[in-house]
């Protein structure tokens, strides 16, 4: 074989191997491309798991609110124009605040979330207004003490979702365990430059072991529909969007949350 008939073979051996690797270049694109869409659609799905998670206890309240109305018109015939704006009043509010989770979720996976500083006692007040009826129907006492009234930098409405899915799971360990007197305490107070809430049910307590366990994703015990997103989702806000600390304890009665945001 002559020095150009090689040039030749090799030539073609050069222009088989680019034409291979182009190929397997556009397949690995193509491979990328599905993992993208796929990591997208995991994302996506798991947002929405967090909007319906987060969406449950402000229906459930409006919903009360209505049953309210309707108890009223079976039992005295008619309700008063005030009593309706109140009712109306206090659905607004609600449906404000879901209509502020969508856009909360919107920005979850963005670097550049609205973070303010804000007055913690502001955030309890709008959990309460969320849970105030649900609480009333399964009479359960709920007493505030604030001691002191901080000020603290991130999402607000995330740092509210925290409060809610604390007290609407000292409220399901209330009606699970059917106590009588079910009361829970929402503490406000400063300690070592951190802003510390603390959340204490008599709902007998966490049966869990370890206890940290209640942080897991999915990890859900005893109860009908749960998803066990709530505490892993306010672990996760508390701890990588807040830069705090969320820690759960069992008490005499029953389980106590601390969420401990540095000011
Ligand atoms: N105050 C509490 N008292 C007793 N057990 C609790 C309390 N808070 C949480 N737990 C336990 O921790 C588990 C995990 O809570 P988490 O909020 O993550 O999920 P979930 O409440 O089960 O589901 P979902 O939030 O979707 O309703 C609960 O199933 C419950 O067993
Ligand atoms: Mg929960």
Do not use: W
Request: aromatic share 6%.
């Amino acid at each position: 074989m002559n020095q150009d008939q090689q040039i030749m073979i090799l030539e073609d051996k050069i222009n088989r191997l680019e034409k291979e690797l182009d190929k397997y270049t556009k397949e690995d694109k193509i491979k990328d491309d599905i993992l993208i869409q796929q990591s997208k659609m995991a994302a996506m799905g798991e947002m929405i798991e967090n909007i319906a998670h987060q969406y449950r206890q402000p229906l459930m309240e409006i919903s009360t609110l209505l049953i309210n109305i309707e108890a009223k018109i079976k039992l005295f015939g008619s309700i008063s124009n005030d009593e309706t704006l109140e009712m109306i009043d206090k659905s607004n509010f609600v449906l404000k605040y879901l209509s502020q989770t969508i856009d909360d979720f919107r920005n979850f996976f963005t670097l550049n979330k609205p973070k303010e500083h804000f007055a913690v006692t502001e955030a309890i007040t709008t959990c309460v207004n969320i849970m105030k009826n649900t609480l009333l129907n399964e009479n359960i006492k709920l007493n505030i003490i604030i001691k002191e009234n901080c000020k603290i930098y991130g999402v607000k409405n995330e740092y509210i979702q925290v409060i809610i899915n604390i007290v609407s799971n000292a409220k399901d360990s209330i009606v699970l365990n059917k106590i009588q007197n079910g009361q829970i305490d929402i503490k406000l107070y400063e300690k070592n430059n951190s802003c510390i809430v603390e959340i204490l049910d008599n709902g007998g307590g966490i049966e869990i072991n370890p206890i940290e366990k209640v942080f897991e994703p999915f990890f859900t015990y005893k109860k009908q529909n749960g998803t066990g997103i709530g505490l892993f989702m306010s672990k996760l806000i508390v701890e990588k969007n807040m830069d705090g600390v969320l820690e759960v304890s069992n008490q005499q009665n029953g389980a106590c949350f601390k969420v401990k945001i540095l000011k």
